[in-house]
């Protein structure tokens, strides 16, 4: 087993004992979103303009996007991407500005990816948003709303999370 599989293997496991003790312990905010956290893979930040798409269809303004990619030398440094190698052997993410993203307090967090991704798992379940929605094929321990749909299907996605939100009153009609 070399060095990264380890690693990745001990963070799974601190990873899925703190998520089975606290999932329990979360306090759901009941205010209105303004404000919106994506999360989400390289892939398909680069298919997909979601931060655009979101904030249309939800009618909010201010949204911020953080991407996974796998690490590579030649990678430029960027403050939309985070990588493997941006997370320590505590499985704690130390990279200031992806840390920052973490702490703040979104009003909605939207994990956009449909398969089990340790490191975008981890980010959402560290995140101090108030309220998180994603997809049903992830984890249904980490988010508030989960949609069961394809991850091509961006709009009807979209559209029942509106519908949804409309009907908790966390947005206006």
Avoid: C
């Avoid at 990745?8 to 759901?28: A, G, P, Q």
């Amino acid at each position: 087993m070399n060095l990264s599989k380890f690693k990745e293997s001990r963070i799974k496991n601190k990873f899925l004992k703190k998520l089975l003790k606290e999932s329990s312990n979360r306090i759901v905010s009941q205010k209105e979103i303004k404000s919106v956290a994506i999360l989400t893979t390289h892939t398909i930040a680069d298919k997909i303009n979601l931060q655009a798409e979101i904030e249309t269809v939800l009618g909010v303004k201010n949204t911020k996007i953080y991407s996974f990619r796998k690490f590579d030398k030649s990678n430029t440094e960027s403050f939309q991407h985070f990588s493997e190698k941006d997370i320590n052997w505590s499985g704690e993410f130390v990279e200031p500005t992806f840390q920052n993203f973490l702490e703040q307090p979104f009003d909605l967090l939207i994990g956009y990816f449909d398969t089990n991704h340790l490191y975008l798992e981890k980010a959402v379940y560290q995140s101090k948003a108030t309220f998180k929605a994603g997809f049903s094929k992830v984890n249904s321990k980490l988010y508030e709303i989960e949609i069961s749909e394809a991850i091509n299907n961006t709009q009807p996605f979209l559209s029942e999370l509106k519908r949804y939100l409309q009907i908790l009153k966390k947005i206006k009609n």
